[in-house]
């Protein structure tokens, strides 16, 4: 990981935590996380057609789980 990813995966993590917490709003905290979802999906995307594989991507539900 870069750290630009790792950046943005600090701070997605930490808004996954305010908002099981209750302190931020489902449109805060998306709004907060979806960068790095952006980031972490183009990679997955590149990795997979380096493999011939189907990508599998990390979804914002899946996320805040």
Known sequence: MNKEILD???IAEG?????????LSREEASAKIKPYLLKVNEKAVAIAK???QR????SLT???R
């Open 55 to 58: 990508p599998r991507k990390v």
């Open 50 to 52: 380096k493999y011939n």
């Open 15 to 23: 808004a996954r935590a305010a908002y099981k917490m209750g302190h």
């Open 62 to 64: 899946s996320f805040l």
């Open 8 to 10: 943005l995966k600090t």
